[in-house]
């Protein structure tokens, strides 16, 4: 659950912020650099040589990034449009 206190998500902020400057306009190269992003963050936070709990921990860190992501971004998106032009059936 991304949800941590506020006063511990203020260590990350600048540097968060900082990056997203980095990164590409280019839909074309802008996918590519969020996946180097990602990898590189998991290889520096847990290591090259890791144990099966860890990378089992990794994916489920991913996954639930992934479903919250839908939950809180693409579903309301996904409802407005809904209302907007009809259901799909």
Same mark, same amino acid.
């Given at each position: 659950?991304?949800?941590i206190?506020q006063?511990?998500?203020?260590?990350?902020? /600048?540097?968060?912020?900082?990056?997203?400057?980095?990164?590409?306009?280019?839909?074309?190269?802008?996918p590519g650099?969020?996946?180097?992003? /990602?990898?590189?963050? /998991?290889?520096?936070?847990?290591?090259?040589?890791l144990?099966?709990?860890?990378?089992n921990? /990794?994916?489920?860190?991913?996954?639930?990034?992934?479903?919250?992501?839908?939950?809180?971004?693409?579903?309301?998106?996904?409802?407005?449009?809904i209302?907007e032009?009809?259901?799909?059936?």
């Amino acid at each position: 659950m991304p949800y941590i206190k506020q006063e511990d998500r203020e260590k990350f902020l /600048i540097q968060i912020s900082e990056l997203r400057f980095q990164v590409s306009k280019d839909p074309q190269k802008r996918p590519g650099e969020m996946n180097y992003i /990602i990898s590189q963050l /998991i290889s520096l936070v847990y290591g090259r040589e890791l144990k099966y709990y860890e990378y089992n921990e /990794i994916m489920g860190v991913l996954d639930s990034a992934k479903m919250e992501f839908y939950r809180s971004q693409v579903a309301p998106y996904e409802d407005k449009k809904i209302t907007e032009n009809g259901e799909v059936v």
